[in-house]
């Protein structure tokens, strides 16, 4: 696929505990894949600065892009921002426009700009600012890695600003058709179809429904005609149990 | 930490293009935080032999425990028993023991083991078989990473059967205290918590409810009697404002 690709790191000790169920991964899937940019690995890792730093530069390496959420805010554990910097070997400290941004939240909500809250105008040197229209804290764009809030309500902000300025690739287009067969039923002819159309991601999704096991096939690409010419292919096979 | 470290593979195309909301994840973090095992690290990979194979060789050297979810079905996006069988440069085919629960569970419903449905019993050379108490199709243990399946209800009930035969750590012990104040207003005090507990994870994570900001705070460790004194001293250091 000509598509570019992308990877998140998701940061957070709270994700691995089970504390906290992650959602900024299924929101991010969905929304690359409709800007025509491919999700091609997501790793979780703790509150540890090796274990960020490492992630940030593999997967930097490896893909066009790479989103992080978490570990933005005020706190001890909040420490994406210095071991970004660190990865990338950039100078970090409180920067003046990040300052700005924050002095104006807190002046207009009535509370003190303090020393924790200073942290979150670290921003390593040379990166772009990524707006936060909730709470004003800013993400940043430094190289390929864009650096947002873990909170989802201001990832998902931040998400739709920086997609904005992106440039994806073809639109990833989807079909699917549910049918009243079990995925062993129908293996054979999904495999052959996966041969002949190679430029297809085909996925099997089996379920079972009052009774009764059946699968979702699901076909994407980028090439609107080929999944047209696979789903009709699919659907003549099993005439009496595609839906 | 004393206790044991595992990481989780997912593994699937549905996950990353925003198909699926994985909820394996959240389910084995919290099954293992019980079981006393720490949760290290996750990845998440789409249905390709060349990231699948790299990351069970990085997870499984790099962590006492591996987990994987998804991608032994009998469909040709199926290919994690012969992935991690290439991890670990270990022969794979049906195997009789694997063949012949699938054999027992189709002669019970009516249905052929047919080819599709065969590949489910490829298990590797020397892995363990995991019981699958749903669909009959085996999980299976190869060196230190435990295959299982992706559909939730079939990858928890393995979960439950392979945890039950691992031994776990200390238990990891939380406690949670509500602060009406935002994170900037506490992370001051909660910094020096941090350093004068190293031992335990102190985790900050702010909500918004009714139009106040507030803090939940969690502190996590082996070290029951540390967790109660961080929290006393927490307590008592906002006392107008800790719920």
Do not use: W
């Amino acid at each position: 696929m000509a598509n570019p690709t992308a990877a998140m790191l998701v940061i957070g000790d709270e994700i691995l505990s089970g504390r906290t169920r992650d959602s900024n991964m299924h929101h991010l899937a969905g929304a690359l894949t409709k800007h025509g940019i491919r999700l091609a690995e997501v790793r979780v890792v703790p509150d540890e600065p090796a274990a960020i730093i490492a992630a940030v530069r593999a997967l930097s390496e490896a893909h066009d892009h790479v989103f992080t959420s978490g570990g933005i805010g005020p706190t001890h554990d909040d420490i994406t921002a210095d071991c970004i910097a660190d990865a990338f070997e950039t100078p970090i400290d409180i920067r003046d426009d990040a300052r700005a941004r924050l002095q104006a939240h807190y002046d207009a909500t009535g509370m003190e700009l303090n020393e924790s809250r200073l942290r979150m105008a670290r921003i390593p040197d040379g990166a772009a600012l990524i707006d936060n229209p909730i709470s004003a804290a800013p993400g940043f764009i430094l190289r390929n890695v864009h650096v947002m809030a873990g909170v989802p309500v201001i990832f998902e902000a931040m998400v739709a600003s920086v997609l904005s300025g992106l440039t994806g690739g073809d639109p990833i287009l989807s079909q699917s058709l549910r049918i009243n067969l079990g995925e062993g039923e129908i293996a054979g002819e999904l495999s052959a179809l996966a041969e002949d159309f190679p430029s297809l991601s085909i996925g099997s999704y089996p379920f079972m429904k009052d009774g009764i096991y059946g699968t979702q096939i699901v076909i994407r690409g980028t090439d609107a005609a080929g999944i047209d010419s696979a789903m009709t292919r699919l659907s003549r096979a099993f005439p009496d149990d595609a839906a």
